[in-house]
């Protein structure tokens, strides 16, 4: 498997610290609000990251970590006259609703700023002793121009940095590009007792603190937006790499913007539609669907238009498996030869998915073989072919095994469920007594029900078969 490397600027060969093992950080959201469509995209891709490690046979540990201490939490808790512990638990609630609609595993540990005050104060100590960082007026700063790799990650020297950042000029820093990893308390702000005063963290040295707790000094791959990699990934590596003297990440995986009007979205500009809301408009899979459908480097444009695109792109892939699960049950009991040559064949759409995902997680290319793969397997399994139970069977094992790790076909947390299929096969089941009684209004009656529900159902000659409208 090849990753670009951030760092390297190219493709590379992956090979993990661990044989077998796979050491995963993403930065996760800062929660003072929902999350919006920009924040899903590294949310959803590095999540199918993970399943394809996994797919391929490593033991992965996924820290996904949340930033639950910040100026923009505490700013939004004086607004609605709450504390900032508050804020941060909604929003992390918030987080998990979306996280779970989107389809998106839990990652292995999701850890809290807040719960980590005592890793961050040793490793801020440990730079303090080694000369990288020094205390000014109860602010505790990173010297940027002794850590002489600076800004290799962004491939800038420091002085292209300096000239083009937007920098907090202070009297109390040594140098305009350095930055805080402590921040003295002031009225009205969560504070925690520290060798320098009471305070809070900075930002950038929470993901040090706890990507080291968690995974150890050295990790295999650090996800996240191509928008963190300047200032927070490169204040990461200057941080962990000075403290602990040794290479901080093997492999940098960045994705790419999602762009309103070619603008990037985000929530300074005001151009930005919540996850929630675009869920309500076209459903959670439908955003991880219009996602996956691009290479993960490549810049989205996000539009209605693509949306629905992404929404009929689905339904196909629904419609198939929906297909199949009905055949597995009412298919033709004999299992012909020619359907055993056809499912014998399968393993060819399985070698090429991994080929593609092998390169540079190409999301899209995988799809794409999907898609080649449900339209022969829809041929194979046309009404007009009487196919069999076994050829269904197989067919669904494998649409399952490739969907499973991009995990776009699912029951997202808008549509109910087993609930609903349970509540929808009862009424089919009492329309199909009622037929039997020749009871035809009750039968229609409950067709219309079926169809207040958004139920579509289909007479076959296999029996019934139903879909969401």
């Known amino acids: 498997m090849k990753l670009f490397n951030s760092m390297t600027m190219k493709k590379e060969e992956f090979i993990p610290i661990e044989e077998n093992k796979v050491r995963m950080y993403a930065c996760g959201p800062t929660v003072y609000n929902y999350i919006h469509v920009g924040n899903a995209r590294p949310i ?68 809290k700023a807040t719960e980590n005050i005592q890793q961050i104060i040793n490793i801020v100590t440990t730079l303090i002793e ?45 140098n305009p590009m350095d930055f805080a990893l402590w921040k003295a308390a002031k009225p009205g702000e969560p504070y925690w007792e520290s060798p ?65 009007d070619n603008k990037k979205m985000s929530k300074s500009l005001g151009n930005f539609f919540t996850v929630r809301e675009a869920a309500e408009a076209y459903g959670y899979d439908t955003i991880r669907m219009f996602m996956l459908m691009s290479h ?15 929404q009929n792109a689905l339904a196909r892939m629904k419609n ?5 699960v009905f055949l597995s049950d009412n298919g033709s009991d004999e299992y012909l030869d020619t359907e055993k040559e056809f499912a014998a064949g399968l393993g060819k759409y399985r070698e090429r998915f991994i080929e593609a995902m092998d390169d540079d997680f190409n999301t899209a290319d995988g799809i794409s073989v999907i898609f080649e793969m449900v339209r022969d397997i829809n041929s194979a ?11 269904a069977k197989d067919c669904l094992a494998i649409f399952d095994e490739l969907n499973n790790v991009l995990g776009i076909v699912y029951a997202s947390a808008d549509e109910g469920g087993d609930d609903l299929e349970k509540e929808v096969e009862a009424l089919i089941q009492a329309r199909s007594d009622a037929k039997k009684a020749k009871n035809w209004a009750e039968a229609d009656r409950i067709r219309d029900q079926l169809k207040e529900m958004g139920i579509i159902i289909t007479d076959t000659p296999q029996g019934v078969k139903w879909k969401k409208a």
């Not at 080694?130 to 002794?146: F, H």
């Not at 800004?151 to 820093?173: F, N, T, W, Y």
């Not at 300047?230 to 602990?244: D, L, R, T, V, Y």
């Not at 490549?298 to 992404?310: C, D, H, M, R, V």
Request: proline letters at 3%.
């Open 44 to 111: 959803i891709m590095f999540d199918v990251l993970r399943r394809y490690f996994e797919y391929r046979g490593y033991d992965v540990t996924f820290v996904q970590n949340f930033t639950d201490v910040d100026d923009k939490i505490i700013n939004k808790a004086n607004e609605e006259g709450v504390t900032s512990q508050e804020i941060a638990e909604k929003y992390i609630g918030e987080y998990f609703t979306d996280a779970k609609g989107l389809g998106v595993r839990e990652a292995t540990i999701h850890p």
């Open 130 to 174: 080694k000369g990288y960082a020094y205390e000014s007026q109860g602010d505790v700063y990173y010297r940027t121009n002794k850590f002489k790799e600076y800004g290799k990650l962004s491939h800038q020297p420091l002085e292209d940095l300096q000239a083009g950042a937007r920098i907090d000029v202070a009297d109390i820093k040594e």
């Open 196 to 260: 320098w005063g009471n305070g809070r963290p900075g930002w950038h040295i929470e993901c040090s603190a706890m990507s080291n707790r968690y995974l150890g000094k050295t990790i295999d791959i650090h996800c996240g937006g191509q928008d963190l990699t300047f200032p927070h990934h490169e204040n990461e590596i200057a941080q962990s790499e000075a403290a602990n003297g040794c290479k901080f990440v093997n492999y940098w995986v960045h994705n790419g913007f999602i762009s309103i």
């Open 296 to 310: 993960y480097r490549s810049p989205l444009n996000y539009s209605g238009e693509i949306l629905i695109q992404a």
């Open 320 to 324: 198939a498996r929906e297909n199949l």
């Open 381 to 391: 399994t046309a009404t007009g072919n009487n196919p069999s139970k076994g050829l």
